[in-house]
């Protein structure tokens, strides 16, 4: 089994594909892991791409036909494979592939989940528009879900065996997922830690202002399911 099991999720990212999939998976080799790409329904190339990147490589990658969901395509991934830590980051590398080696550390020596955090770091450059979005959603979060985690959204969390049991009761599978896992996991007592992670923000973004009354209605439903 390997040290650690890493997924990139992918939904029409045949440009970051093109330029950073071979330097994740140099680095998940060089730490004796194993990188699964989960790709969910797109339509611009990343298919075929992993398709063949996958014949001089070794790697796993899950295709859909028709798109599930962020959440989904992850959750799919964890509840196939078996891993003693599992892990998630995204294909812009907006967080530094130096991270995971300190995460996968911190898994091993005791922490159920570590989760990266934009507000713990000084090496974090966002818009000042994100910015506010971000510290906003991660407020209501904290008020309405009792969470005490500073950043919930940001692309890059580990957990171990123990924790991957969660993701099964998690019911949101698009962006929700990272934020209701966290806060299920606050709620079984699971030892979490938050590291400071370098983060560049990328010029082209999935969530759009609006999706704010989308995170908003997640929020209280699952107020009202806990």
Known sequence: ???????????NEISNLKKNLEKIYKEVKRLNGKL????????????EFIREFAKHHEIEYFLNEKRLGRGKAIKNVCSLKKAKIYGYIDSDLAVGLKNIERAILLIENGYDIVVGSR??????????KRLFLSK?????VRILLKSKISD????FKFWNEKANKIC???KD???FFDTEFLVRAQRKNLKIYEIGVDYKEQKKTKVRILEIFYFLDRILKLRKRL
């Open 1 to 11: 089994m390997e040290r650690f099991l890493l997924i990139v999720p992918v939904y």
């Open 36 to 47: 699964v790409v989960a790709e969910d329904g797109s339509t611009d190339g990343s298919k």
């Open 119 to 128: 507000y713990k770091s000084k090496k974090a450059k966002r818009s000042l």
């Open 136 to 140: 906003f959603y991660n407020f209501l």
């Open 152 to 155: 919930h959204q940001c692309g």
């Open 168 to 170: 099964k009761e998690v």
């Open 173 to 175: 599978n698009h962006w």
